[in-house]
């Protein structure tokens, strides 16, 4: 973060611009593991009506059963649950970086940026008559605003394009997800208005992303892929990995336990 920040500080002296065009870099690099992760996500969507089919012939009761089968389902087409998350899990250190960068770089003292004077400490548009405790302060932040707003819309858009909320857990998990950005809201209403800045112009930009790759992703396209694949595996039957066969076994024990207990 820090030697892209000082090159395009070599041409640039607005630093809210600075941002901006470290933000596109930022964005444009992690678009590889974005798209990944959407497609697997609609690899999921798509496994829906199947999944679905499950469920209406195991009962509920039978949760290590209905695991086993649904597990199978992806083994058979070649999907991971897990595979949404691995880009997720690596952009993290980038997060990790801004979040230090911002209110540490001396540079952004005292720089200001549209409305906000000093982008290494908060942008107040208010002062209120009392604290508002959990870290929110007696001030108002617009930029914390506006990526607590933009923070909500993409959520919405997500969830639409997940299927956790017919999963067990799944509204809390949903509740939990919208939640997120209000506590973001309370923790950077104090913090740097650099990397609330920041953040809105990230988030915003992955809206936009979204929409692009949900426009080129072709589902129908996705789910032949998917049923050419587990043909495959059918007529040339893949060997287990060893954490499903893991997997597996642990579920026939816990079958078994439930089973010896009644």
């Given at each position: 973060i820090i030697p892209m920040f000082n090159f395009f500080s070599q041409y640039i002296s607005n630093f809210g611009i600075i941002?901006?065009?470290?933000?596109?870099?930022?964005?444009?690099?992690?678009?590889p593991l974005t798209y990944k992760s959407y497609v697997s996500s609609a690899k999921m969507r798509v496994l829906k009506p199947e999944i679905d089919e499950i469920h209406s012939k195991i009962p509920a009761d039978k949760a290590a059963e209905?695991?086993?089968?649904?597990?199978?389902?992806?083994?058979?087409?070649?999907?991971?649950?897990l595979s949404g998350c691995v880009p997720s899990l690596l952009q993290m250190p980038l997060l990790f970086a801004m979040f230090s960068f911002f209110p540490a770089a001396?540079?952004?003292?005292?720089?200001?940026?549209?409305?906000?004077t000093d982008l290494s400490t908060y942008d107040s548009i208010m002062t209120l008559p009392f604290t508002i405790p959990f870290g929110f302060?007696?001030?108002v932040s617009?930029?914390?605003?506006?990526?607590?707003?933009?923070?909500?819309v993409y959520t919405k858009l997500n969830m639409a394009n997940t299927t956790t909320a017919d999963q067990p857990g799944g509204e809390m998990m949903k509740w939990?997800?919208?939640?997120?950005?209000?506590?973001?809201?309370?923790m950077f209403n104090s913090y740097a208005s650099g990397l609330s800045y920041y953040y809105f112009i990230a988030t915003l930009i992955s809206i936009l992303q979204t929409y692009i790759i949900r426009a080129t992703v072709?589902?129908?396209k996705i789910l032949a892929?998917?049923?050419?694949?587990?043909?495959?595996?059918?007529?040339?039957p893949v060997k287990k990995s060893g954490f499903m066969d893991r997997l597996e076994k642990m579920q026939h024990e816990q079958q078994k336990a439930i089973k010896n207990r009644k």
């Open positions: 941002i901006l065009l470290l933000t596109l870099v930022i964005k444009i690099v992690l678009f209905r695991q086993k089968a649904t597990m199978d389902l992806y083994g058979k087409v070649g999907v991971s649950p001396i540079e952004l003292r005292h720089q200001s940026f549209l409305w906000a302060g007696n001030h617009l930029f914390c605003l506006l990526m607590t707003a933009t923070n909500i939990m997800m919208y939640l997120m950005p209000l506590m973001f809201l309370f072709d589902e129908k892929e998917l049923h050419a694949k587990r043909n495959s595996k059918a007529k040339n």
